[in-house]
């Protein structure tokens, strides 16, 4: 029996949020998904994540969450990270931040689907020890009963998460990439069995720029005085990419790109949280 994993792109604000809680019981029906992993650092107003919100992605059926660059954004989240076993930190962050280094769900048919995550070295604002070596340390502690294993690239650079999805083919079920908000049309099987797509997109408002208020951005961009740049609420959609495992092998068999239209919100519903 194939495993069916469903990775979830970069979670925008209420937008983000509201595609997901629409549309992931008619995809979990539709092709029969065990697991499903987000990432959720953009869920909070854009950056960061709450408690509250972390709880909401449980209900709305997430069994595993990654974040990013702005992991430690909301401070009120380091007990979350700490004591909840499916949330992961970027592995090459200093070891004494809060968060675990890889998390593992056993889904209904008792596949165990294990998640880490890097962050990418180009172009960040932060400054993570190389995603490679720590990976490989990582990868090397695992337990050995798992049947998937999922890294998210969180990442600016192509080359990078390119050269990452390489490094890792044939060690992992799945790599994929998320930070730059736009979706690649590159998701493939590489050639030792892992499935690859350099950036799943993101899952919010798409009538933005990456999610904020077009206004706020193109005005600051064409001006170069600055404004706060609100999450934007129009044409909501979830993007990712579905994948299918061989538990046996670990391997991936299939992986489909999915960008999904969500309804749009009420006129009011303006991310505050």
Known sequence: MALNILCIGDVVGRPGRHAISQLLPRLVDQYGIQCVIANVENAAAGSGLTPPLYEKFVR??????????????????????????????????????????????????????ALASVLGQLFMNVRPDSPFNTLDQVLGGLPRDLHAIVVDVHAEATSEKVALGWHLDGRVSCVFGTHTHIQTADEQILPQGTAYITDLGMTGPYDSVLGRRRDRVVETMRTGIPSHFDVATGWPR??????????ETHLARKITRLSLAADELPPDSADMD
């Open 60 to 113: 709305y059926g997430v069994h595993l969450m990654s974040l990013g660059d702005h992991i430690y954004k909301r401070r009120e989240i380091y007990p979350t990270l700490e004591k909840n076993h499916n949330i992961v930190k970027p592995v090459n962050l200093p070891p004494a931040g809060p968060g675990r280094n890889y998390a593992i769900y056993q889904t209904a048919q008792g596949h165990r689907v």
């Open 238 to 247: 979830l993007c990712g990419v579905l994948v299918e495992i061989d538990p």
